[in-house]
């Protein structure tokens, strides 16, 4: 799968889940915002990676990928915007588009626990030769925020020709420090997440699909806020594993630089 001769047929469910971990329904400091503004909101953003990986596993050789996202959120809680995913060494190089529909809503008064429910439809450009086992993906992710503190579990399902059900927990921390001007700000927010997936495994040449953990990520963004603006430096560390005891995956790590813009309507 690793060779770029067949990547097109094979990775597709690595794009699918690079699009999916860049939902902004993530992002909890901008939530709160958007929260407490009462305001709708036009949120775009571009990202760029130094390497490309799918649960920890480094997809081609210094692979790297541009993703872009546009969304708008409404007061009451409503939100839909599309994202899309580049990458060099493909053809074509602009491989993915989701759309995505979602609520999300605070389930107490003090707006500590979070609920988002989304569904996102993926229109895939590529040869006719590619398999695309998933078109359609349901999501709900409860949160739960206090004071720097934070927990998050993603639940996530892809179907379409074939079902996946992958789940997501982590835990971060929010950091203001070095403020500077009226809304300037650095922000630093390091997070802890899991991956659990299936994947298959060869079991005395039997293979055999087994679902359990497949990575764990350490992600460390650095932001400097300038008013509505967001510009962010990261730095993201993977340690893979597997049940196949044939297979060794090695620590992964990638460099990413994040641009973001918020503009109130």
């Given at each position: 799968?690793?060779?770029?001769?067949s990547?097109s047929?094979?990775?597709?469910?690595?794009?699918?889940?690079?699009?999916?971990?860049?939902?902004?329904?993530?992002?909890?400091?901008?939530?709160?915002?958007?929260?407490?503004?009462k305001?709708?909101?036009?949120?775009?953003?571009?990202n760029?990676?130094?390497?490309t990986?799918?649960?920890?596993?480094e997809?081609?050789?210094?692979?790297?990928?541009?993703s872009?996202?546009v969304?708008?959120?409404?007061?009451?809680?409503?939100?839909?915007?599309?994202?899309?995913?580049?990458?060099d060494?493909?053809?074509?190089?602009?491989?993915?588009?989701?759309?995505?529909?979602?609520?999300?809503?605070?389930?107490?008064?003090?707006?500590?626990?979070?609920?988002?429910?989304?569904?996102?439809?993926?229109?895939?450009?590529?040869d006719?030769?590619?398999?695309?086992?998933?078109?359609?993906?349901?999501?709900?992710?409860?949160s739960?925020?206090?004071?720097?503190?934070?927990?998050?579990?993603?639940n996530?399902?892809?179907?379409?020709?074939?079902?996946?059900?992958?789940?997501?927990?982590?835990?971060?921390?929010?950091?203001?420090?070095?403020?500077?001007?009226?809304?300037?700000?650095?922000?630093?927010?390091?997070?802890?997440?899991?991956?659990?997936?299936?994947?298959?495994?060869?079991?005395?040449?039997?293979?055999?699909?087994?679902?359990?953990?497949?990575?764990?990520?350490?992600?460390?963004?650095?932001?400097?806020?300038?008013?509505?603006?967001?510009?962010?430096?990261?730095?993201?560390?993977?340690?893979?594993?597997t049940?196949?005891?044939?297979?060794?995956?090695?620590?992964?790590?990638?460099?990413?630089?994040?641009?973001?813009?918020l503009?109130?309507?």
């Amino acid at each position: 799968m690793f060779l770029l001769t067949s990547i097109s047929a094979t990775a597709q469910t690595d794009r699918v889940d690079s699009l999916l971990n860049d939902l902004i329904f993530s992002d909890e400091k901008l939530l709160s915002e958007i929260s407490l503004d009462k305001k709708d909101f036009i949120y775009g953003g571009l990202n760029y990676s130094n390497k490309t990986f799918f649960a920890g596993r480094e997809i081609g050789t210094n692979l790297t990928n541009v993703s872009g996202s546009v969304y708008y959120f409404n007061k009451h809680g409503f939100y839909a915007g599309a994202a899309g995913m580049w990458y060099d060494q493909m053809s074509p190089g602009y491989t993915t588009t989701m759309l995505t529909l979602g609520y999300g809503l605070y389930l107490d008064k003090n707006k500590s626990f979070r609920a988002n429910g989304s569904y996102s439809y993926f229109i895939y450009n590529s040869d006719s030769t590619a398999i695309y086992p998933y078109k359609n993906s349901v999501n709900l992710t409860l949160s739960y925020t206090k004071d720097w503190f934070g927990a998050r579990i993603s639940n996530n399902f892809l179907f379409g020709g074939q079902t996946l059900y992958t789940l997501s927990p982590s835990v971060y921390g929010g950091f203001y420090f070095g403020y500077f001007g009226k809304s300037n700000y650095f922000y630093f927010e390091p997070e802890l997440s899991g991956y659990f997936a299936k994947e298959t495994i060869d079991l005395a040449t039997t293979p055999r699909d087994v679902f359990g953990l497949l990575n764990v990520q350490l992600y460390a963004p650095l932001s400097v806020n300038l008013g509505n603006f967001e510009l962010q430096l990261g730095y993201t560390l993977n340690f893979p594993f597997t049940k196949d005891s044939s297979t060794d995956y090695k620590i992964s790590s990638c460099v990413s630089v994040s641009a973001y813009y918020l503009l109130p309507l």
